[in-house]
T-cell receptor, first 117, second 113 residues
Framework: GAVVSQHPSWVICKSGTSVKIECRSL??????MFWYRQFPKQSLMLMAT?????????EQGVEKDKFLINHASLTLSTLTVTSAHPEDSSFYIC?????????????FGPGTRLTVL | DAKTTQPPSMDCAEGRAANLPCNHS???????VYWYRQIHSQGPQYIIH???NNETNEMASLIITEDRKSSTLILPHATLRDTAVYYC??????????????FGKGTHLIIQP
């Protein structure tokens, strides 16, 4: 149980285009999901917290107008990188807070590797 | 959340126990110790967590010192698939898991054949 998927697993796009990444909790409902990014040889950095039915909370230094987050259902959150540029190339990872007995745990998706040319 | 300190890298022979240390000297009374690992180009995987008692599950054991200022994650019989970066994270559970995790640099564990 507690499986989180991401789609796509990798994407290559041209500079200036927008890219949408989906994060789904497959076998549980997640009222809270988190988005992280990881640059090469670095650790994961929290970008934003996504709560179902409300606006996302962004970490300091993360542009909310560039990284649009939508959490419209209890099993799906999306991250849209708008007008992507090469410096946005990174590994984007989502996590979902567990339900029931695993309420305090976070389960991570497999990640999406974004390459902006 | 309290800060943690881990060695940047460790080697361990396949089949032997891997012991990964973590210092968290500023841990407060309501903070738990969590361990995650990240295999190359994958999302992090939860391993185990504990408050003050030693814990064991199918993946690993967690030994927390009596003063809670440090802990050790033990992989009893390491395999090549255990090669990964291991993160020790200290956090409070009072927020109901509402907070994102703060990842340090972790320990890159390399299992040698």
């Amino acid at each position: 149980g507690a499986v989180v998927s991401q789609h796509p697993s990798w994407v290559i796009c041209k500079s200036g285009t927008s890219v949408k990444i989906e994060c789904r909790s497959l076998d549980f409902q997640a009222t809270t999901m988190f988005w992280y990014r990881q640059f090469p040889k670095q650790s994961l950095m929290l970008m934003a917290t996504s709560n179902e039915g409300s606006k996302a909370t962004y970490e300091q230094g993360v542009e909310k107008d560039k990284f649009l987050i939508n959490h419209a259902s209890l099993t799906l959150s999306t991250l849209t990188v708008t007008s992507a540029h090469p410096e946005d190339s990174s590994f984007y990872i989502c996590s979902a807070r567990g339900g029931g007995a695993r309420y305090n745990e976070q389960f991570f998706g497999p990640g999406t590797r974004l390459t902006v040319l | 959340d309290a800060k943690t300190t881990q060695p940047p890298s460790m080697d361990c022979a396949e089949g032997r126990a891997a012991n990964l240390p973590c210092n968290h000297s500023t841990i407060s009374g309501n903070e738990y110790v969590y361990w995650y690992r990240q295999i190359h180009s994958q999302g992090p995987q939860y391993i185990i967590h504990g408050l003050k008692n030693n814990e064991t599950n199918e993946m690993a054991s967690l030994i927390i010192t009596e003063d809670r200022k440090s802990s050790t994650l033990i992989l009893p019989h390491a395999t090549l698939r255990d090669t990964a970066v291991y993160y020790c994270i200290v956090r409070s559970r009072s927020g109901g898991g509402a907070d994102g995790l703060t990842f340090g640099k972790g320990t890159h564990l390399i299992i040698q054949p």
